[in-house]
């Protein structure tokens, strides 16, 4: 067993749990929470159909992407800025409390914030900062000085384990550690039945390295919606192998149209889809906390 470097600010402190609340809700390593929406917002229409969606099912937290990090440049890049003012107003309007919301560049934090306030703070946000930016220490820093919204931290698809921690601390040292480090999968290359190689087997280990909330994206690790012989999808399958080991985050891609979405188009669940999802997660969350309780915990 390979021991981790000194953290510093991210070291789990086993004689007291860390939490923090945001917009009335409450994150740690017992807590959980769902974030589905859109991997990238296309239009107003598409932001109301899924934020009135979560309002039905009782949902307060989404995914919106905003600003989309793209292989291609020639590839629909999200509709950034013009997007922001409608996606706060109506996360108000629907009771959404929290979107996760990529950024890349420390500008698009002033951007958020500004329309935040021009919509009265009708929402919260979570930055994310996403795989392809683990490293970008300038916006590690730039994020860690700020201290109006906590982070949604993917692991790097290239890099240990060791390194996307290292990284995290560098938000902890500059001043933020309101951080939930989420697994996405790393880059395959013995397997490719997956759009990545599903790491959520590593949900504990995170756990006992650091004292932040653990975050899962089974769309972005599996890629796609293949059954597998019992009917069951692998992301499916990979959602409940994460949250029965206490994931403390789900953040799923959703869209009213699934083969009509810009991005990301193969690993989006429609609303039916949504409904099964919530009651699967019920079922391992709940077998979770049922083994917790066997184990006298
Ligand atoms: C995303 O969540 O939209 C995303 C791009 O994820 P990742 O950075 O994990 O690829
Ligand atoms: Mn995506």
New binding site residues.
């Given amino acids: 067993m390979h021991e981790l470097k000194v953290l510093g600010h991210l070291n789990l402190d086993t004689s007291c749990e860390f939490s923090f609340n945001y917009q009335g809700l409450s994150f740690s390593q017992s807590s959980f929470q769902l974030f589905p929406g859109l ?1 990238a917002v296309d239009n107003q229409q598409n932001v109301v159909s899924v934020f009135s969606e979560l309002q039905k099912l009782k949902i307060q937290c989404a995914r919106m ?1 905003a600003y989309k ?1 793209r292989t291609s440049p020639y590839s629909f890049q999200g509709l950034r800025e013009q997007c922001l003012s409608y996606v706060f107003e109506q996360a108000g309007k629907h009771d959404i409390r929290i979107i996760a919301m ?1 950024v890349m560049h420390e500008r698009h934090i002033d951007a958020i914030y500004k329309h935040l306030q021009l919509s009265g703070f009708a929402t919260g946000v979570m930055l ?1 900062v ?3 930016n683990t490293q970008n220490y300038e916006l590690l820093k730039a994020i860690g000085a700020q201290n109006n919204f906590p982070v949604l931290f ?1 692991r790097g698809f290239g890099i240990s384990l060791n390194e996307s921690l290292q990284a995290a601390e560098y938000i902890a040292a500059a001043g933020n550690d309101n951080i939930i480090f989420c697994l ?1 999968g790393i880059k395959p290359s013995l397997d490719h039945q997956h759009r990545n190689f599903v790491d959520f087997s590593q949900v504990p280990i995170v756990k006992r390295l650091v004292k932040i909330p653990v975050g899962i ?1 089974p769309s ?1 690790a599996v890629g796609n919606l293949v059954k597998s012989s019992d009917g069951i999808t692998d992301l499916f399958h990979s959602c409940a192998q994460g949250i029965i080991s206490g994931a403390n985050l789900a ?1 799923v891609d959703i869209h009213p149209t699934p083969n009509k979405a810009l991005v990301d188009s193969e690993q989006a669940l429609n609303f039916k889809q949504l409904e099964t999802l919530l009651l699967d997660i019920e079922i391992t969350r709940k077998a979770y906390l049922s083994r917790l309780e066997n184990q006298g915990v």
């Fill in positions: 991997c992407g990090p990529e994310q996403g795989t392809r993917k996405r994206d972005h953040l």
